[in-house]
């Protein structure tokens, strides 16, 4: 059994406005759906069919958004993964519609139930060198064809540094579709909605047992649901139904740091227009600012699954190396965890049985696109299964030999990307 855990000391944990806890499972009880993780695809998918009239019990093993729905660095940016393979298979209208869905849901949940979560437009990803320049006029152009081009603007290397402060970039792309917020407090946010709904959701509740059948039986240490069809949403956590899904995905650690309050001067030279930002490299960096002035900055660490001895000693080089004014600042948050990484970097997203479904694997572009699967398996639960169908299409590689063997794998491949950031 794993241990319960609650929040991870972050800015996040430090700053929600919902302190709302959960039971545990105590009973057996009978639900229509048993969605099996309390991030953001089980949150979301819970109050998509609680919205649509259907019973639905959540079940966490730790708190509601514990793993990254909780910890990531709350950007909110359009896009899916396996977009080409998507558009051969559905369509490039069809694929266009699914980009923006989840900022779509997002924001439209936001709206309906008053979800207070710090949601803010405004993104930049940000260019290092040409190439990474010719790709973001590839995809200005290509939004341009779709009617989206006003929502976008090129940004060249003079006035990039003085959006941020950092002669770091050689440019970059604004993107008023996207944007960032709180996503602790919009996962617990979108959770309440659920169980205003009707929804029942347990947590400290690890699931420990699945029984395949007509009616799916989904057991915890202390009790059980008993479900006509099952969702497992547990990503980097994931560690059911290990015949069927091992070796597919892999954790990585992603970290953040926050900066104490920054001053109004400071904030008027680094990123005055409050923008989410995201550069380009393989292994990247990302950051933007909190309400109350702290810089907040991440990145992936390593791809070992192992958390740094020190999460500041790790990241704060790179926030200085961007913003080398900010010397001497103090931290006054470090936190991290893991993301489930993909090798082909497509969500595993299907079915084991008729009435066992699974959406798991976002490789840390995961607030928009886990919106989008958990409409993707609402649909599929009410039996439109064209888009879960060409997902189940997919083929992932399966690396044997356990968890750990595969990570290596994982981290030597990423030696070889970083080595194309730097050229």
Known sequence: MIKPEEHTDSYYAASRNDLTTYPALNEETESEICIVGGGFTGVDCALTMAERGHSVTLLEQHRISWGASGRNGGQLIGGIGGRDYLKAKLGDDAVWKLDYRGNDIIKERVRKYDIECDLKSGFIEVAFKPRQMEGLRQDYAAHESRGLGNHLRMVEQDEVQSMLGTNAYIGGMTNDLNGHLHPLNLCAGEARAATSLGAAIYEQSEVINIEHGEKVRVSTPGGSVTADKVLLAGNAYQHLEQQNLSGLVFPAGSFIIA???????????????????????????????????????????NYSGRVPKSIKANMLPRMLKVFPQLEGKNIDYEWGGNIGIVIKRIPLMGRLDDNIFYSIGYSGHGIAPTHVAAEIIANAFEGDMEVLQVYEQVKHFRIPLGQWFGNQIIAMGMLYFRTLDHL
């Open 259 to 301: 900066t104490e309050p920054l001053s109004e001067d400071e904030i008027k030279t680094i990123n005055p227009y409050d923008l989410a930002v995201c550069d380009l490299n393989n292994v990247l960096d990302y950051y933007r600012f909190s309400p109350d002035n702290r810089l907040l900055f991440g990145g992936r660490c």
